[in-house]
């Protein structure tokens, strides 16, 4: 089945500093969450990205479906972004598949 | 606002009682679903159900079974619980399609005791 790999496995920076996750997938998918989940444990939307680019804030992402990643781009990290990142894909044969996540520790 | 809700937040249950967890949706959404995700892993999706088809995963084991008695809930009930199905079970639905945009509720952390 569709492999999802993200990276890095954990990212600690210090408030201010600006962030790049990646989620390479091995298989054309249908669609690309981006999720963030809080220390309380829910998940959170940040984006759907099966293709293109999109920014809310201080956030943004950009899937190249053709070339089977999707990056989140965090600017100004504040210590409120800390937590879990996850992406998730839907298959072509519609598993829905999550990756095992970006840890990310925003130091004040 | 709408939303999905999920009670309750936190359940104790003994090895072996049946345990019920709640899910409800004010979105009007056709799809939910419920997933399990263990202490620093992904979720992991157990079954869905789109409007009232039931989709179970090929791995989900048979003591996790659901119902949906109509669109705005979606019960997980786990028939006997070892301390291996401990975790945190996360309910979400989708619009349309099992393809379009999920959005989750808080979640019900399950102990076994």
């Known amino acids: 089945g569709i492999q999802v790999e993200q990276s890095p496995p954990d990212l600690i920076l210090q408030e201010g500093a600006n962030s790049t996750l990646r989620c390479n997938f091995s298989?054309?998918?249908?669609?690309l969450q981006w999720f963030h989940q809080n220390p309380w444990g829910q998940l959170i939307n940040l984006f759907y990205?099966?293709?293109g680019t999109k920014q809310n804030g201080r956030l943004s992402a950009t899937t190249v479906a053709t070339e089977r990643y999707s990056l989140l781009y965090i600017s100004s990290s504040q210590t409120t972004d800390s937590g879990v990142y996850f992406c998730?894909?839907?298959?072509?044969?519609?598993?829905?598949?999550f990756g095992k996540g970006t840890r990310l520790h925003i130091l004040p | 606002d709408a939303m999905v809700i999920q009670n309750p937040r936190y359940q104790v249950t003994q090895f072996g009682k049946p345990v019920t967890l709640s899910c409800s949706q004010t979105?009007?959404?056709?799809?939910m679903y419920w997933y399990q995700q263990k202490s620093s892993q992904a979720p992991k999706l157990l079954f869905h159900?789109?409007?009232?088809?039931?989709?179970n995963e090929a791995d989900t084991p048979d003591n996790f079974q659901s119902r949906r008695p109509n669109t705005s809930f979606c019960f997980l009930d786990i028939r006997s619980p070892g301390l291996g199905d401990a975790a945190m079970y996360l309910c979400?639905?989708?619009?349309?399609?099992?393809?379009?945009?999920?959005?989750f509720g808080p979640g019900t952390r399950l102990t076994v005791t």
């Open positions: 979105l009007n959404h056709n799809v």
């Open positions: 298989d054309s998918v249908n669609n």
């Open positions: 990205i099966p293709s």
């Open positions: 159900y789109y409007d009232k088809d039931f989709n």
């Open positions: 979400a639905t989708s619009r349309v399609t099992e393809g379009d945009e999920q959005y």
């Open positions: 998730a894909v839907l298959s072509r044969d519609d598993k829905i598949i």
